[in-house]
């Protein structure tokens, strides 16, 4: 069940900033539990990227970053690589399911 | 260095049975909440159920309770999915994953269940 709102598809340039949005609602993120963010290569399992809305686990580079407020969180990505094209998702829980709940995931695509 | 490697995946028929299994190392299993995750074929991300580190309470997505029951077994370092009465719609890729602070930080490979007649 995607009760998180992400939007299908961003692009970018190398170097550019892309974000990405991850709108909830008031049993998740409006109740204020965590975010975390996940980077899903072609083919691969998904990879740790952000937890607790901002921080970083040990070995994801800088260029990646979380914030979250309100109903709604971002993931931003600096200094776009050709290294970063992937599908990201976004996660948290959700207090009216009773359990974990993912966004519906964007493929970031770099020009 | 951890790691998560699930088996018993496969093709089965509808209303059938599989059990996966999680083996994992590298870290004090016995600490750890752990789930399984699953994405169907060129779909998102979905929980289906998770464990406490004592085996004792267990949680499932809607969709699977009373069908899939979660177990693990500390001394073998192990986690189990047993998976009845499968439907089509529970054909997807399984992740056995370690939870860290409401989230998942290691995930295994992953293993394919194919419920098709």
């Known amino acids: 069940q995607s009760v998180l709102t992400q939007p299908p598809s961003v692009s970018g340039a190398p170097g550019q900033r892309v974000t990405i949005s991850c709108t909830g609602s008031s049993s998740n993120l409006g109740a204020h539990y965590d975010v975390h963010w996940y980077q899903q290569l072609p083919g691969r399992a998904p990879k740790f990227l952000i937890y607790?809305?901002?921080n970083r686990p040990s070995g994801v580079p800088d260029r990646f970053s979380g914030s979250k407020s309100g109903t709604s969180a971002s993931l931003a990505i600096t200094g776009l690589q050709a290294e970063d094209e992937a599908d990201y998702y976004c996660?948290?829980?959700?207090?009216?399911?009773?359990?974990?709940?993912f966004g519906t995931g964007t493929k970031v695509t770099v020009l | 260095e951890v790691q998560l490697v699930e088996s018993g995946g496969g093709l089965v028929q509808p209303g059938g049975s599989l059990r996966l299994s999680c083996a994992a190392s590298?870290?004090?299993?016995?600490?750890?909440?752990m789930s399984w995750v699953r994405q169907a074929p060129g779909k998102g991300l979905e929980w289906v159920a998770n464990i406490k580190q004592d085996g004792i309470e267990t949680y499932y997505v809607d969709s699977v309770r009373g069908r899939f029951a979660i177990s693990r077994d500390n001394a073998k370092n192990s986690l189990y999915l047993q998976m009845d009465s499968l439907r089509v719609e529970d054909t997807a890729v399984y992740y056995c994953a370690r939870e860290h602070y409401g989230g998942w930080d290691y995930w295994g490979q992953g293993t394919l269940v194919t419920v098709s007649s």
């Open positions: 590298g870290f004090t299993f016995s600490s750890s909440w």
């Open positions: 607790g809305n901002s």
């Open positions: 996660q948290s829980y959700d207090s009216s399911l009773d359990g974990y709940v």
